[in-house]
C-alpha cells in the first residue's frame, strides 16, 4: 500500500469528486493515444497510465517514487504499459521517442518548469503531441499569493500558462475542464449545509456526492480562465 502523503491521487483513499476530476484529463487524452505510443510523467500508482494502455500502442509510464511505482507494477500490470523510476530531471536518459507525452497535475509541482518543458520536443516524433493539464490557480488558491496546497510549487492563472508553453511549443491548444451547473448546485447545498443533519441514506447532498461521475464535469473551448483545470494540447 503506499502511504497516503496528499501529493497524488489515491484511488483507495480519495473521493469519487476527486477522482472523476483527475480521471477526466485521461478519458480527454484517450483519442488521442488511440495506437500511440505514449509517455505519461507523473503517473503515481498507475491508474490513468492503465486505463490509456487500452487504447494505446504501448505506454511508458514514469515517476520519481519507487514505492509508487512498485506498487503500480503489482496493481497495474499490462503487456503494453511498463513503469519506470525516473525523476524528471533525468528525462534524456530514456533515449525513446513517443508519439504522445502527457503530464497531468504534475507541472504545478515543478521547481524549474521551463528546463521540465524544454527536455519534451526532443523526446516526441515529428507530429508528436503534448498534453498538459494544471490546476487553475482562480479555484484553487484564490484569495492566497501563494499555493494552498503545501505540494505545490506554482499555480498558474491561464495567461502564465499559455506563457509557459508558448516558449517551448509552437502548436497550442487550450482547454478547461468545467464543473456541471448539477455540481454547482449541489455544492452550494454543501456549502449551506442544510442537509447537515440529515441520515446519509436521505441527505440527498451526500447522495448526490457518493455517485459523482464523468457527466458532472465537461471540458470546453470557451472561458477557460473560469475554468476548474486547464488542458493544453502541444505540438513542436
Known amino acids: 500500500m503506499v502511504v497516503n502523503s496528499g501529493e497524488r491521487i489515491l484511488l483507495e483513499k480519495e473521493t469519487p469528486l476527486m477522482i472523476t476530476r483527475h480521471l477526466w484529463a485521461y478519458r480527454f ?3 488521442y493515444a488511440l495506437g500511440k ?9 498507475g491508474y490513468g497510465s492503465h486505463y490509456l494502455a487500452e487504447a494505446a500502442q504501448k505506454i511508458t509510464a514514469i515517476d ?6 512498485k506498487y503500480a507494477r503489482e496493481k497495474y500490470a499490462k503487456d ?4 519506470i523510476c525516473l525523476d524528471v530531471k533525468d528525462l534524456n536518459s530514456l533515449g525513446d521517442k513517443f508519439d504522445m507525452i502527457c ?6 509541482h515543478i521547481n524549474d518548469p521551463d528546463a521540465f518543458l524544454a527536455a519534451i520536443p526532443a523526446l516526441l516524433n515529428n507530429d508528436g503531441i503534448f498534453i498538459c493539464s494544471t490546476p487553475n490557480k482562480l479555484d484553487m488558491s484564490p484569495n492566497s499569493p501563494d499555493p494552498v496546497n503545501k505540494f505545490h ?6 495567461r502564465e500558462f ?3 508553453l508558448g516558449r517551448h511549443f509552437n502548436k497550442i491548444e487550450m482547454f478547461g475542464l468545467k464543473r456541471s451547473q448539477r455540481l454547482n448546485f449541489f455544492r452550494r447545498l454543501k456549502k449551506i449545509g442544510i442537509f447537515n443533519f440529515f441520515p446519509d441514506k436521505i441527505n440527498p447532498v451526500n447522495k448526490f456526492y457518493s455517485r459523482i461521475d464523468y457527466s458532472n464535469f465537461a471540458v470546453v473551448r470557451d472561458n477557460i480562465d473560469k475554468t476548474l483545470d486547464f488542458i493544453a494540447v502541444c505540438g513542436k
Open 80 to 83: 503494453n504499459l511498463r513503469f
Open 29 to 31: 487524452a484517450r483519442d
Open 64 to 69: 520519481y517514487n519507487q514505492e509508487v511505482i
Open 162 to 164: 499559455r506563457e509557459l
Open 103 to 108: 503530464c497531468f497535475q504534475v507541472i504545478e
Open 37 to 45: 505510443t505514449v509517455l505519461e510523467i507523473g503517473c503515481g500508482e
Open 153 to 158: 510549487v506554482k499555480e498558474y492563472l491561464i
